[in-house]
């Protein structure tokens, strides 16, 4: 198994909801990452585990809470989320952080 | 912040021709990374270039690295429509853990 997978792929949520988005991959892979991308912008790094542990927060807002629940699982739980959050999701997992990353297809995600 | 920047940000060009797309970035780095991104869709990785590498090849796609200009080029030979994405450079620093990614160029190749 070589990919990464997300879900759901399309998420709408309220303000006042709280949601959960979902990444897996069995590639054995030992860091793991979240990313958000607006349209036509790159993807902005938002927080990086390795080895299960949580090693870099990009000062992203307390409204989004990761969790690496084990070495193949990533959530990325909503609560009070503005409208400014709707982007694409995306979740990607590395060998050990030194190499390339593979991403999965993303999260696109709309705040109302 | 971003540590790499692109040009052009738009390229278009008919099928068959080659297409170069350049990459700047700021400070010392470990690795160069290209990416391709479809519309909407996630990333795919293309070429990982260290930084003691000059030059990689992967098919049709070329990468330089000139770490003494900090930057990078990613040239693909003889085109074809399916190559139409936008395309990140991103570089790897700070422990190799963390990614920071140009702000891309978009590639059209016309059939």
């Known amino acids: 198994d070589t990919e990464v997978t997300q879900t759901p792929k399309h998420l709408v949520m309220g303000m006042t909801n709280k949601k959960s988005l979902k990444c897996e991959q069995h590639?054995?892979?030992?860091?793991m990452y979240w990313y958000k991308q607006k349209a036509k912008k790159p993807p902005e790094l938002m927080f990086v585990y390795s080895y299960e542990k949580l090693s870099i927060n990009e000062s992203v807002p307390s409204r989004f809470s990761p969790e690496c629940p084990n070495s193949s699982l990533l959530n990325l739980h909503l609560h009070a989320l503005q409208p400014e959050d709707s982007a694409l999701y995306l979740c990607?997992?590395?060998?050990?952080?030194?190499?390339?990353?593979?991403f999965g297809p993303g999260t696109r995600l709309t705040v109302l | 912040s971003q540590q790499g920047e692109e040009d052009p940000q738009a390229l278009s060009i008919q099928e068959g021709e080659n297409a170069t797309m350049n990459c700047s970035y700021k400070t010392s780095i470990n690795n160069l990374q290209w990416y391709r991104q479809n519309s909407g869709r996630g990333l795919v990785h293309l070429i990982l270039i260290r930084s003691n590498e000059r030059e990689k090849h992967s098919g049709r796609l070329r990468v330089t690295l000139d770490t003494s200009k900090k930057s990078s080029s990613l040239l693909i030979t003889a085109s074809r429509a399916a190559d139409t994405a936008s395309y990140f450079c991103?570089?790897?620093?700070?422990?190799?853990?963390?990614?920071?990614f140009g702000a891309g160029t978009r590639l059209a190749v016309h059939p």
């Open positions: 990607a997992s590395s060998l050990d952080g030194r190499n390339e990353q593979f």
């Open positions: 991103a570089t790897a620093w700070d422990g190799y853990n963390k990614l920071i």
């Open positions: 590639m054995g892979h030992r860091a």
